[in-house]
């Protein structure tokens, strides 16, 4: 299973949501991959993750959004 995530960085909980995530799905075979959109440079907790472009999703199996109704519509849109 391959599971893509994205959303707005700039929420409170964002980078503390996809921590959680990641953390949840290691005990089992899935692969995460983050928005290439996304800057993790600065966040040291997050490590080992892949990074792919939202409209080439041709092996996602579930697209996750972190963020309010604006990271929803944004996700929906760039998925075409």
Do not use: W
Not at 54 to 77: E, H, Q
Request: charge should be positive; hydrophobic fraction near 35%.
């Amino acid at each position: 299973m391959n599971i893509f995530c994205t959303g707005n960085p700039n929420k409170k909980h964002f980078y503390d949501s996809l921590i959680l995530i990641k953390n949840l799905i290691s005990k089992y075979n899935i692969q995460l991959y983050i928005d290439n959109q996304i800057d993790l440079s600065n966040k040291t907790k997050i490590d080992k993750l892949s990074f792919k472009e939202l409209n080439n999703n041709n092996n996602i199996n579930l697209v996750l959004s972190i963020g309010g109704d604006g990271a929803l519509l944004n996700t929906i849109r760039n998925m075409q």
